[in-house]
């Protein structure tokens, strides 16, 4: 829970400055794939905020509900998604103000359900479900398996590894495909600084 309170600490503090219209929550290991500009009208001309909040029917999902969130959150409305997220003002402050649903996810989630997984992702759907794209805008591999996605060094940085990432990816843009899914990806180590930043005028959107 330590991890979400940082982060509504963090909407808070941004929150403050009424200019503030839309907020990205990225880590340390996150890339850019576009320059300022690309990135900013992306989300700026989304109707949604690119948050994950799927139903997973299985273990991991619907699994680690808790019959102790009744009232509050029903299993019906249990929602599972990526930590990373780009929300809107209205969102932002929905998730600072919230007293509703922070108890239950403070008292019932404990491992292993993982409240950076569930809470905005149910609480969001909740209270404001039409404004959701469902989906991240940060790019991650899974693919090796494990509890933590694939973290990669200098030696990955090649043009088949941004292939995969841009090419052959279909995803809704205000309800209208669109081969422009990602805006961000993780999770790259220090040792990848300077491979990123040499391959960035040839690969990335700079």
Request: charged share 20%; glycine share 6%; proline share 5%.
């Amino acid at each position: 829970m330590s991890m979400v309170d940082a982060e509504r600490r963090l909407l808070a503090n941004a929150l403050l400055d009424i200019s503030n219209e839309w907020f990205v929550l990225l880590s340390e290991s996150c890339i850019p794939l576009y320059n300022f500009s690309m990135v900013y009208n992306y989300i700026r001309g989304s109707k949604y905020s690119f948050i994950g909040a799927f139903d997973d029917p299985g273990p991991y999902g619907r699994g680690r509900y808790n019959d102790n969130m009744l009232p509050e959150v029903n299993i019906t409305d249990w929602r599972k998604g990526s930590q990373w997220f780009e929300i809107n003002r209205k969102l932002a402050l929905y998730i600072v103000e919230d007293t509703k649903f922070y108890p239950k996810f403070s008292e019932f989630c404990k491992p292993a359900c993982y409240v950076d997984e569930h809470y905005f992702p149910t609480m969001l759907t909740i209270q404001a479900a039409t404004l959701l794209a469902n989906r991240s805008i940060t790019w991650v591999d899974w693919s090796r398996g494990g509890a933590h996605p694939a973290t990669f060094g200098g030696s990955d940085i090649t043009e088949e590894f941004f292939k995969k990432i841009f090419e052959g990816r279909t995803c809704l843009y205000n309800n209208k495909p669109s081969s422009i899914c990602f805006l961000f990806a993780r999770k790259f180590s220090p040792s990848a600084l300077e491979a990123l930043f040499l391959s960035a005028p040839k690969f990335l959107g700079f």
